[in-house]
């Protein structure tokens, strides 16, 4: 079993809807969280860390469930611009210190007119 | 402010050669990781640093595969006899202290393209 899993896709869907990712991890002990966006051909960056209270930045929102070890995150109003490949992170060893990341492989979501 | 760098961003190497890998990290991080992603997966961890001490080497896959990070900024990830199996994006990233804690935020640079032939 992969220590972080996560669906691949491709989601498709219109310009508009809602759409959630969840990611599963396999370490109970597990610190921090985050998600990362990717673009083609690009390198990963920051979307947002994933908080136990759930947070929200805008249109997206992410909450983490420790006692079923999974993480989702939430985009409403997907635009175009959100097409793009979204990364589950997770930081297996040490609670905000410098650290080893543990990616999923990855979700790709495609928004369409 | 500029962003992690990594060079050459393309190489193209012939089996059996050593590459070098460059990275030069946000200006002011302490810490400097390696990750290498195949196509279509998540970044692999291989290596960190903090300043010029390696603290976590368990991701390299063997022992042609080393790094180092003498003065505490710009590290190397040396590949030597390369193989095939080593073609990858070799990704590079950093994070900084927070408060006198290190973090674990990181930050990427855009990778540097290694394909052995």
């Known amino acids: 079993r992969k220590e972080v899993e996560q669906d691949p896709g491709p989601f498709n869907v219109p310009e508009g809807a809602t759409v959630a990712f969840n990611c599963t991890y396999s370490n109970s002990a597990s610190q921090s969280f985050f998600w990362y966006r990717q673009d083609c051909r690009k390198e990963p960056k920051l979307l947002m860390s994933?908080?136990?209270s759930g947070n929200e930045d805008g249109r997206f929102t992410a909450q983490l469930n420790r006692a079923s070890q999974y993480i989702s995150l939430l985009i409403r109003d997907s635009k175009l611009s959100d097409s793009a490949t979204y990364l589950c992170?997770?930081?297996?060893?040490?609670?905000?210190?410098?650290?080893?990341?543990?990616f999923g492989t990855g979700t790709r979501l495609q928004v369409t007119l | 402010g500029a962003g992690v760098s990594q060079s050459p961003r393309y190489k193209v190497t012939k089996r059996g050669q050593d590459v070098a890998l460059r990275c030069d990290p946000i200006?002011?991080?302490?810490?400097l990781y390696w990750y290498r992603q195949a196509l279509g997966q998540g970044p692999e961890f291989l290596t960190y640093f903090n300043y010029e001490a390696q603290q976590d080497k368990s991701g390299l896959p063997n022992d042609r595969f080393s790094a180092e990070r003498p003065e505490g900024s710009i590290s190397t990830l040396t590949i030597q006899r390369t193989e095939q199996r080593d073609s990858a994006m070799y990704r590079c990233?950093?994070?900084?202290?927070?408060?006198?804690?290190?973090?674990?935020?990181?930050?990427f640079g855009p990778g540097t393209r290694l394909t052995v032939l």
């Open positions: 200006s002011g991080h302490v810490s």
């Open positions: 994933v908080y136990s």
């Open positions: 992170v997770v930081n297996f060893l040490n609670t905000g210190t410098a650290s080893k990341l543990t």
């Open positions: 990233a950093s994070s900084s202290l927070r408060g006198g804690v290190f973090t674990d935020t990181q930050y």
